[in-house]
Nanobody, 126 residues
Framework: QVQLVETGGGLVQAGGSLRLSCVAS????????MAWFRQAPGKERECVSA????????YYADSVKARFTLSRDNAKNTVYLQMNSLKPEDTAVYYC???????????????????WGQGTQVTVSS
């Protein structure tokens, strides 16, 4: 079992920044592929960013490229999502997700992930 706890959401004005953190416990963090998803009201859950357990290539959705940065600190069992130049359309509940990795690949489909955090609300005002 893996427990994921997200922190760092909140209310920010457009153009501002937030950093989300996700702390994992219960399994060797270094073996987990990790991702950040978000879900806005009435919309499907979408993958914002994902990384394999090797920390190699990182995936970013086109809508967040050059604005968001995912990083992982295996020593702290933590994955971060630095969000800059936030836009009102970034408003959503953000979820951290994890799955035991194979081959260092990342995954972008929600059903590829076994473990989920409780979510943290990000609201960007115009």
């Amino acid at each position: 079992q893996v427990q994921l706890v997200e922190t760092g959401g909140g209310l920010v004005q457009a153009g501002g920044s937030l950093r989300l953190s996700c702390v994992a416990s219960g399994r060797a963090f270094g073996t987990l592929a990790m991702a950040w998803f978000r879900q806005a009201p009435g919309k499907e859950r979408e993958c914002v960013s994902a990384v394999g357990w090797t920390g190699g290539t990182t995936y970013y959705a086109d809508s967040v490229k050059a604005r968001f940065t995912l990083s992982r600190d295996n020593a702290k069992n933590t994955v971060y999502l630095q969000m800059n130049s936030l836009k009102p359309e970034d408003t959503a509940v953000y979820y951290c997700a994890a799955v035991p990795g194979a081959g260092g690949y990342y995954y972008t489909r929600p059903n590829a992930y076994t473990y989920w955090g409780q979510g943290t609300q990000v609201t960007v005002s115009s």
